[in-house]
């Protein structure tokens, strides 16, 4: 298929039976010998199909060569949760029309990062094509191995398929703040340390300054392969009817101010002068820049223009749940359901980039340039204001007093009096502000002074494991400005007089209290969430114990403090907490209760993910099996993952095979007996049989009522002992230690003890090292593992646990485990390994794939 049939084929309907042709710079795109750095075209023409277009033919339709090295997944990044629904139905739709929607049938999966479970387990995947699609906030964490709204399990993970083997596109750049300059580290890093497969980024604007990409990581040079891919004259030839559309525009009578900040001096009459700016069968857009606003003009419209022959009103922002604004912004945006009186949408900015609308009129308050720029995009995208009778465009600006720079911080947010100033001053001497016009401005908006992550601070993210607060190291400040960053909240119904929520357990092939899935999560400002907490929930008795954080390491509900909230969270919201409309979304009130949870398929429902070891119900399976299944597991995904020659297949199969002798220790051995007590004693188990958290215990001969705890046992711990005490003169034997023991994501760089767990008793005469369920001197049964290895049988030694070197049973000295790791992290060479971060991680994930598909076959699905 050539990419003319490609796009004609994309965008085949009833209405247009031939579909439409590429434009020039999309043809150029699909076709250039390698992927630009940016791409600047103005906004209405067509850059997400662009790049989704341009990547699934150079993946899927061009020469062999080609489709060999286009990454196998396309990271689509926005700014605003608004749009990520929008971008997601368009590559759905493409996908369907070229018949490859399905992932299970060879075809390109579409999965959305937005936090909750719905993600498509895409990351069980990763020999198949995909386009992930995202904010900001959910695909940078993920790159930065510190996810928003996931488990800190899965971590490792997403980082690994999101830093190989990927086309990262970032849109709409000129909104993204801090996000740009970290995206732009993150290419530089991905560079400097290697990745399995091509990893490139592409950033989209039609305002974007190619020089605010260059970054102390990521230069530019002069004989450095940086190029733009733009708008040529044989593409202004064919867009003429866009470039010249017209947009007049001028000051509305209206100033926002000191004297204006109340809802009545301010939402009543814009509320009048949007009435009567909007025409009968057209579409107005008023965009504001604070949510408080949008919603105090939405309560002022639809008050004012109550009635059967009114015109439609709609409030747009993101501070919806995902299942309330959906519903509400398809029906808004389909211009073909424009009543005879017309429709009417306040937004924010989260309106101004991407989203496929023209609007007749539009308002909108003062902004930065760049911004404004992209306002104007939607008023008459199309053109074809003005044309058979049609209503003729209008745009009206509202001005921000910034006299008093100092007073005016409070009613400039989200933006500086000073960029407001720039922005004046260039729109003051326009009276249109058409494609055509704009070309001709240019407003230089200085560059702010942005926190800018360094190669050691990605290095210091690759560990997991939080400190000894149970903190973590916080990159909120490298993915938006800091008065942007969110938390997730969702509201679920429970008895309230029983103080906490219920524990979420399994019931048959029900889960009773579910993990939140995307659908209910509504996104809210950290600092107005502290606040809720602080002044509203804690002052009343009823609704003191309405706000919880899920307890990982404890498998247990905790109260949520304003101390504990921090970017990305996801917090629990009893109904009665308030806060939520669906007509208004997030809006802090107690009173706007109690809140109607979000119906949830239950097909979809997951237990939140917990430090101790949940089994699923299914048949009883022992730990030779299970070896056996992972490893061929692992030995199936090398037959299907091609692409990538370097890979050590070899260790990593063998380390699919040795990943699970831990569980012949009599901890575990006492948890499956203690599980299902059917099971034979003759037998070493991986899994019981039987659903539910295994509680850790080695049974006690003299007292059987009183077995020996071992809270947080961790098994993957005692394999990768076990295998470096027999393995460590071997050139790889670090490296299949450390797959071994990453393959839950709970044991990585550092060993030590968690506050949950306690050592030996001092009467034992053992030496005090424990860590993880394991005491130093543990014995370990010996166990044929099945690929023709024998795991003797042993004592495991912790030693390696301390800092510095440890002289091991043969007597020579060995580096310990967290110097043994940092140097397959750093890339340094040791024994003919090297990997780094990425690979690294890229590593751990095949046989954790390799866990999940063999646990899969053993009947644990």
Request: proline share 6%; glycine share 6%; net charge negative.
């Given at each position: 298929m050539t990419i003319e049939e490609l796009y004609r084929l994309a965008y085949k309907t009833k209405a247009s039976p031939d579909g439409f042709a590429p434009y020039p710079y999309q043809l150029r795109l699909a076709q250039r010998e390698s992927w630009p750095q940016v791409l600047s075209v103005p906004t209405g023409v067509g850059k997400t199909a662009a790049a989704v277009l341009s990547w699934l033919y150079r993946r899927r339709f061009a020469d062999e060569s080609t489709r060999q090295a286009t990454p196998r997944r396309l990271v689509y990044c926005l700014p605003m949760r608004t749009l990520v629904e929008q971008t997601a139905e368009a590559a759905r739709t493409w996908l369907t029309q070229l018949k490859c929607p399905d992932p299970e049938e060879s075809g390109v999966g579409v999965h959305l990062l937005m936090g909750g479970t719905d993600d498509g387990k895409w990351y069980e995947h990763p020999e198949?094509?995909?386009?992930?699609?995202?904010?900001?906030?959910?695909?940078?964490?993920?790159?930065?191995?510190?996810?928003?709204?996931?488990?800190r399990y899965a971590w490792p993970v997403q980082y690994a398929l999101l830093n190989n083997d990927c086309l990262w596109v970032l849109d709409e750049t000129q909104l993204m703040g801090v996000g740009l300059t970290t995206s732009a580290q993150m290419q530089g890093f991905r560079r400097s340390l290697e990745t399995f497969g091509d990893c490139r980024t592409l950033w989209m604007s039609a305002t974007l300054d190619d020089e605010s990409l260059v970054t102390i990581d990521h230069p530019k040079s002069d004989d450095d392969d940086w190029t733009t891919e733009k708008l040529e004259a044989d593409d202004e030839q064919q867009i003429s009817h866009l470039l010249t559309a017209a947009k007049p525009c001028e000051q509305a009578e209206l100033t926002l101010g000191p004297d204006s900040k109340k809802a009545k001096d301010y939402a009543q009459p814009l509320a009048e002068i949007v009435a009567e700016a909007h025409c009968e069968g057209t579409l107005t857009l008023v965009v504001m820049n604070r949510v408080l606003r949008a919603q105090e003009l939405f309560t002022a419209l639809t008050k004012s223009l109550d009635g059967d022959a009114s015109a439609d009103v709609t409030l747009i922002h993101s501070r919806f749940r995902p299942a309330d604004r959906q519903q509400a912004q398809s029906a808004a945006l389909d211009e073909e359901t424009i009543p005879p009186a017309g429709r009417i949408i306040v937004a924010t900015q989260a309106i101004e980039a991407g989203v496929d609308l023209s609007a007749t009129t539009m308002l909108t308050e003062l902004a930065p340039w760049s911004s404004l720029v992209q306002r104007f995009g939607r008023c008459n995208r199309r053109g074809t204001c003005g044309e058979k009778g049609t209503a003729a465009a209008?745009?009206?600006?509202?001005?921000?007093?910034?006299?008093?720079?100092?007073?005016?911080?409070?009613?400039?947010?989200?933006?500086?009096?000073?960029?407001?100033?720039?922005a004046r001053e260039a729109i003051s001497a326009l009276d249109d502000v058409g494609p055509q016009t704009l070309a001709t401005v240019s407003v230089e908006e200085p560059r702010p002074i942005v926190h800018v992550i360094r190669r050691k601070d990605l290095l210091d993210l690759f560990d997991t494991t939080p400190d000894l607060s149970g903190n973590d190291l916080d990159v909120s400040r490298y993915i938006r400005d800091s008065q942007d960053t969110d938390v997730q909240v969702y509201w679920r119904d429970w008895d309230i007089k029983e103080k906490h929520p219920p524990k979420p357990q399994?019931?048959?092939?029900?889960?009773?209290?579910?993990?939140?899935?995307?659908?209910?999560?509504?996104?809210?400002?950290?600092?107005?969430?502290?606040?809720?907490?602080?002044?509203?929930?804690?002052?009343?008795?009823?609704?003191?114990?309405?706000?919880?954080?899920?307890?990982?390491?404890?498998?247990?509900w905790q109260r949520c403090s304003s101390n504990d909230v921090h970017p990305g969270q996801t917090i629990l919201l009893h109904t009665i907490a308030g806060g939520y409309t669906r007509e208004l979304g997030w809006t802090g009130s107690v009173k706007d209760q109690p809140v109607e949870p979000i119906p949830l398929p239950s097909d979809e429902a997951e237990l939140p993910e917990s430090m101790p070891y949940e089994q699923t119900e299914g048949k009883p399976l022992s730990v030779q099996q299970h070896l056996a299944d992972v490893g061929n597991a692992a030995a199936d995904l090398q037959a299907s993952l091609k692409?990538?020659?370097?890979?050590?297949?070899?260790?990593?199969?063998?380390?699919?095979?040795?990943?699970d002798v831990g569980k012949a220790h009599p901890a575990f051995q006492g948890a499956m007996r203690a599980a299902n007590d059917t099971l034979s004693d003759d037998e070493l188990w991986a899994k019981s049989g039987a659903a539910g958290y295994l509680e850790y215990q080695i049974p006690n001969s003299e007292d059987s009522e009183h077995p020996q705890r071992r809270p947080g046992y961790r098994h993957e711990l005692a394999?990768?002992?076990?295998?470096?005490?027999?393995?460590?003169?071997?050139?790889?034997?670090?490296?299949?230690?450390?797959?071994?023991?990453?393959?839950?994501?709970?044991?990585?760089?550092s060993i030590r003890s968690m506050p949950n767990e306690e050592g030996p008793p001092a009467t034992s005469g053992t030496d005090s090292l424990f860590a993880r369920g394991i005491w130093q001197g543990d014995e370990v049964p010996a166990i044929e593992i099945g690929n023709g290895d024998v795991s003797k049988s042993q004592a495991l030694d912790l030693r390696l646990m301390q800092l510095g070197e440890y002289t091991a049973a043969d007597g020579q000295p060995r580096p310990s485990w967290l110097s043994r790791m940092l140097a397959l992290r750093d890339a340094k060479q040791r024994d003919g390994q090297r990997f780094g971060p990425f690979k690294l991680a890229y590593l751990e994930t095949l046989v954790r794939v390799a866990d999940w598909r063999g646990s899969k076959a053993g009947g644990d699905a």
């Amino acid at each position: 298929m050539t990419i003319e049939e490609l796009y004609r084929l994309a965008y085949k309907t009833k209405a247009s039976p031939d579909g439409f042709a590429p434009y020039p710079y999309q043809l150029r795109l699909a076709q250039r010998e390698s992927w630009p750095q940016v791409l600047s075209v103005p906004t209405g023409v067509g850059k997400t199909a662009a790049a989704v277009l341009s990547w699934l033919y150079r993946r899927r339709f061009a020469d062999e060569s080609t489709r060999q090295a286009t990454p196998r997944r396309l990271v689509y990044c926005l700014p605003m949760r608004t749009l990520v629904e929008q971008t997601a139905e368009a590559a759905r739709t493409w996908l369907t029309q070229l018949k490859c929607p399905d992932p299970e049938e060879s075809g390109v999966g579409v999965h959305l990062l937005m936090g909750g479970t719905d993600d498509g387990k895409w990351y069980e995947h990763p020999e198949r094509d995909a386009i992930l699609i995202g904010t900001q906030d959910m695909l940078l964490s993920r790159a930065l191995n510190r996810g928003y709204g996931m488990s800190r399990y899965a971590w490792p993970v997403q980082y690994a398929l999101l830093n190989n083997d990927c086309l990262w596109v970032l849109d709409e750049t000129q909104l993204m703040g801090v996000g740009l300059t970290t995206s732009a580290q993150m290419q530089g890093f991905r560079r400097s340390l290697e990745t399995f497969g091509d990893c490139r980024t592409l950033w989209m604007s039609a305002t974007l300054d190619d020089e605010s990409l260059v970054t102390i990581d990521h230069p530019k040079s002069d004989d450095d392969d940086w190029t733009t891919e733009k708008l040529e004259a044989d593409d202004e030839q064919q867009i003429s009817h866009l470039l010249t559309a017209a947009k007049p525009c001028e000051q509305a009578e209206l100033t926002l101010g000191p004297d204006s900040k109340k809802a009545k001096d301010y939402a009543q009459p814009l509320a009048e002068i949007v009435a009567e700016a909007h025409c009968e069968g057209t579409l107005t857009l008023v965009v504001m820049n604070r949510v408080l606003r949008a919603q105090e003009l939405f309560t002022a419209l639809t008050k004012s223009l109550d009635g059967d022959a009114s015109a439609d009103v709609t409030l747009i922002h993101s501070r919806f749940r995902p299942a309330d604004r959906q519903q509400a912004q398809s029906a808004a945006l389909d211009e073909e359901t424009i009543p005879p009186a017309g429709r009417i949408i306040v937004a924010t900015q989260a309106i101004e980039a991407g989203v496929d609308l023209s609007a007749t009129t539009m308002l909108t308050e003062l902004a930065p340039w760049s911004s404004l720029v992209q306002r104007f995009g939607r008023c008459n995208r199309r053109g074809t204001c003005g044309e058979k009778g049609t209503a003729a465009a209008r745009v009206l600006w509202i001005d921000i007093e910034t006299d008093n720079a100092r007073q005016a911080v409070e009613w400039s947010l989200p933006y500086k009096p000073d960029d407001l100033d720039r922005a004046r001053e260039a729109i003051s001497a326009l009276d249109d502000v058409g494609p055509q016009t704009l070309a001709t401005v240019s407003v230089e908006e200085p560059r702010p002074i942005v926190h800018v992550i360094r190669r050691k601070d990605l290095l210091d993210l690759f560990d997991t494991t939080p400190d000894l607060s149970g903190n973590d190291l916080d990159v909120s400040r490298y993915i938006r400005d800091s008065q942007d960053t969110d938390v997730q909240v969702y509201w679920r119904d429970w008895d309230i007089k029983e103080k906490h929520p219920p524990k979420p357990q399994r019931s048959g092939d029900a889960v009773n209290f579910a993990a939140p899935q995307r659908e209910e999560l509504c996104s809210v400002p950290v600092k107005q969430f502290r606040e809720f907490l602080n002044k509203k929930l804690s002052k009343s008795e009823k609704t003191k114990h309405a706000a919880w954080i899920w307890d990982t390491l404890e498998s247990a509900w905790q109260r949520c403090s304003s101390n504990d909230v921090h970017p990305g969270q996801t917090i629990l919201l009893h109904t009665i907490a308030g806060g939520y409309t669906r007509e208004l979304g997030w809006t802090g009130s107690v009173k706007d209760q109690p809140v109607e949870p979000i119906p949830l398929p239950s097909d979809e429902a997951e237990l939140p993910e917990s430090m101790p070891y949940e089994q699923t119900e299914g048949k009883p399976l022992s730990v030779q099996q299970h070896l056996a299944d992972v490893g061929n597991a692992a030995a199936d995904l090398q037959a299907s993952l091609k692409g990538h020659g370097d890979i050590p297949w070899e260790a990593i199969v063998r380390a699919a095979w040795w990943h699970d002798v831990g569980k012949a220790h009599p901890a575990f051995q006492g948890a499956m007996r203690a599980a299902n007590d059917t099971l034979s004693d003759d037998e070493l188990w991986a899994k019981s049989g039987a659903a539910g958290y295994l509680e850790y215990q080695i049974p006690n001969s003299e007292d059987s009522e009183h077995p020996q705890r071992r809270p947080g046992y961790r098994h993957e711990l005692a394999s990768a002992l076990a295998w470096l005490q027999q393995h460590d003169d071997e050139p790889d034997a670090d490296f299949i230690a450390y797959l071994i023991a990453a393959h839950h994501g709970k044991v990585r760089l550092s060993i030590r003890s968690m506050p949950n767990e306690e050592g030996p008793p001092a009467t034992s005469g053992t030496d005090s090292l424990f860590a993880r369920g394991i005491w130093q001197g543990d014995e370990v049964p010996a166990i044929e593992i099945g690929n023709g290895d024998v795991s003797k049988s042993q004592a495991l030694d912790l030693r390696l646990m301390q800092l510095g070197e440890y002289t091991a049973a043969d007597g020579q000295p060995r580096p310990s485990w967290l110097s043994r790791m940092l140097a397959l992290r750093d890339a340094k060479q040791r024994d003919g390994q090297r990997f780094g971060p990425f690979k690294l991680a890229y590593l751990e994930t095949l046989v954790r794939v390799a866990d999940w598909r063999g646990s899969k076959a053993g009947g644990d699905a």
